[in-house]
T-cell receptor
């Protein structure tokens, strides 16, 4: 059974820092990996989708990498802003989407 | 606007009273699924559907039913809700099961008393 782990569970940084969120998964037979953002009590907003054949994807200040063979993905956020404060979730897809527990990010002004 | 729409957004009900949470997508997606989100347990998949009349169990299907009679709709049915089904529920859809992005609805917060 696929298991997805996200480290750290919580992170607090000052505004302007570059930061890395980690995601690991146990079964490398995936179709893709998706990073989401969730604000408290709200729905999930898709940030980046990486296909199993890809190594990375970029969108603005966000860059996600995927190393399928080692079961790892990272989400890099450049020049963090208070508006980036949210919970970040990674999910891997085979027939089902399996989610990690999330990283709760707080960016302080 | 492309979207996944869930209704209702909030629901308080009593134990044993059957309820249905509706989910509709306007993107002609084949794949639809339901999740529940609980503190400390994260998001877990309840049921999914790869296409019309094709449904399968996720990780936590007990106490739930689904149907997929039309491509755009995927309702979640709780025949006899219990307090342990109090949760935040999300519906999602994607064009296909593989290699496509998942889009989520805004969520339904269900309280069973």
């Amino acid at each position: 059974k696929q298991e997805v782990t996200q480290i750290p569970a919580a992170l607090s940084v000052p505004e302007g820092e570059n930061l890395v969120l980690n995601c690991s998964f146990t079964d490398s037979a995936i179709y893709n990996l998706q990073w989401f953002r969730q604000d408290p009590g709200k729905g999930l907003t898709s940030l980046l989708l990486i296909q199993s054949s890809q190594r990375e994807q970029t969108s603005g200040r966000l860059n996600a990498s995927l190393d399928k063979s080692s079961g790892r993905s990272t989400l890099y956020i450049a020049a963090s802003q208070p508006g980036d404060s949210a919970t970040y979730l990674c999910a891997v897809r085979r027939n089902m989407l399996t989610f990690g527990g999330g990283t709760r990010l707080m960016v302080k002004p | 606007e492309a979207q996944v729409t869930q209704n209702p957004r909030y629901l308080i009900t009593v134990t044993g009273k059957k309820l249905t949470v509706t989910c509709s997508q306007n993107m002609n997606h084949e794949y639809m699924s339901w999740y529940r989100q609980d503190p400390g347990l994260g998001l877990r998949q309840i049921y999914y559907s790869m296409n019309v009349e094709v449904t399968d169990k996720g990780d936590v299907p007990e106490g739930y039913k689904v149907s997929r009679k039309e491509k755009r709709n995927f309702p979640l049915i709780l025949e006899s809700p219990s307090p342990n089904q109090t949760s935040l529920y999300f519906c999602a859809s994607s064009l296909r099961v593989e290699n496509t992005e998942a889009f989520f609805g805004q969520g339904t917060r269900l309280t069973v008393v």
